[in-house]
């Protein structure tokens, strides 16, 4: 499996924006789509965003649509969450996930491997 390490996380304020970082190690990180989910307190764990193998492709939650964009850095084995416009309905706990194969999963059942975890915390 592969392991994996979120960074990025931080305190933003309304409209602010982050950029959330996730180190990949120990796997073939260009044979996995990776994706990221995020849990506030409380709720269960929902999908954001994933990305193909190539980056060629993205998949987003409608909630994020227009605001987060997710790309990877094969040659650096690093998957990225840009998240701009962030609201405090964004606050959460963010994982980063990889899984085997082609399909674009939404699904946390669907991914193999998980991070630790970045916290997010949008203040009004």
């Known amino acids: 499996q592969v392991q994996l390490v979120e960074s990025g996380g931080g305190l933003a304020q309304a409209g602010g924006s982050l950029r959330l970082s996730c180190a990949a190690s120990?796997?073939?990180?260009?044979?996995?789509?990776m994706g990221w989910f995020r849990q506030a307190p409380g709720m269960a764990r929902r999908f954001v965003a994933a990305?193909?193998?190539?980056?060629?492709?993205?998949l987003y939650a409608d909630s994020v649509k227009g605001r987060f964009t997710v790309s990877r850095d094969n040659a650096k084995s690093t998957v990225f969450l840009q998240m701009n416009n962030l609201c405090p309905d964004d606050t959460a706990l963010y994982f980063c996930?990889?899984?085997?194969?082609?399909?674009?999963?939404?699904?946390?059942?669907?991914?193999?491997?998980w991070g630790q975890g970045t916290q997010v915390t949008v203040s009004s």
């Open positions: 996930t990889a899984r085997r194969g082609i399909v674009l999963a939404s699904t946390a059942g669907d991914y193999d491997s």
């Open positions: 120990g796997g073939i990180f260009d044979g996995s789509v």
């Open positions: 990305i193909s193998r190539n980056g060629g492709s993205t």
